[in-house]
T-cell receptor
């Protein structure tokens, strides 16, 4: 089944304790992206990657790191989490756009992170 | 100014009616426009995309784009209770790699 998976689905942690949220897709998509979703603010893009070893900042990259060592995986790293990073996180993937957007982003199931 | 603005609602329509959802965007360089549906506790799923001025129809859904007015809308005909969800408008610029989402409009279809 074509899908984007995220782990863990739920995580409660404390301020300053490094964590990684994994994202994996089995659709051979070049493009992967991370979003956070907060009430009243909607979905905001954190980072995206157009291919292996190519990553770019989205709208809200502060406090996050990503890496793209393999095409299928795109982990999100919080080196020193803070309470304002409490949010619902989504990973997404798609084929790389070659023109004005016919590409559908496929979203993972989400990771609900709470930082105490 | 937000990149994408939507009326948060909630919008309530009776079953069988037409639901009209609206979205405006601020960057004239935006080229691709998307409507996603998100059920409570679930991830967004794409309903429609549009990138040319005018209307695009897919079943009960019609997306409308007016680039001069920087306005995108989604019409849902013959609304069903299963359409009750939050609808997210998204735009991307000419690179097609950065996406901006609105805060979503909550729709309730009343049986």
């Amino acid at each position: 089944e074509a899908q984007v998976t995220q782990n863990p689905r739920y995580l409660i942690t404390v301020t300053g304790k490094k964590l990684t949220v994994t994202c994996s897709q089995n659709m051979n998509h070049e493009y992967m992206s991370w979003y956070r979703q907060d009430p009243g603010l909607g979905l905001r893009q954190i980072y995206y990657s157009m291919n292996v070893e190519v990553t770019d900042k989205g709208d809200v990259p502060e406090g996050y790191k990503v890496s793209r060592k393999e095409k299928r995986n795109f982990p999100l790293i919080l080196e020193s989490p803070s309470p304002n990073q409490t949010s619902l996180y989504f990973c997404a993937s798609k084929l790389l756009a070659g023109g004005p957007g016919t590409n559908e982003q496929f979203f993972g199931p989400g990771t609900r992170l709470t930082v105490l | 100014q937000k990149e994408v603005e939507q009326n948060s609602g909630p919008l309530s329509v009776p079953e069988g009616a037409i639901a009209s959802l609206n979205c405006t965007y601020s960057d004239r360089g935006s080229q691709s426009f998307f409507w996603y549906r998100q059920y409570s506790g679930k991830s967004p799923e794409l309903i429609m995309f549009i990138y040319s001025n005018g209307d695009k129809e897919d079943g009960r859904f019609t997306a409308q784009l007016n680039k001069a007015s920087q306005y995108v809308s989604l019409l849902i005909r013959d609304s069903q209770p299963s359409d009750s969800a939050t609808y997210l408008c998204a735009v991307s610029r000419n690179t097609g790699n950065q996406f901006y989402f609105g805060t979503g409009t909550s729709l309730t279809v009343i049986p």
